[in-house]
């Protein structure tokens, strides 16, 4: 990455820094987020720093944080049976599915960030 300007469609001259609105898609859906304009990828594509959530589960007891811990308390058993049931009462005792917000940088190939209006 390179922390250098960068001009948009519209001629809008982009620092890194600025706060921008980027434009992304994804198999049918478009995303508008606001962020902070980071700079150029080596593929020449601008580069945004916006919000990002990621879930866990958190060990109610120990603080032990683990990604899959209802699969591993699960993956044995068939579906929605009475096993099933058990486990995930059990699991839902011990871990708490928890949310955790940041940041992550997203590079936009098509191009598509605007300066945010003053």
Known sequence: MKAESFTNDLGQVLKPGNMVVAVSHCTRSINITIGEFVGISDSGSPQVRVPSNTYKYVHNETGEISWNALLDATKHLKWNTLEYKEARAKTDKLWTYTKFTGTRIT???????YKLAA
């Open 107 to 113: 590079t936009l190939h098509m191009k598509r960030v």
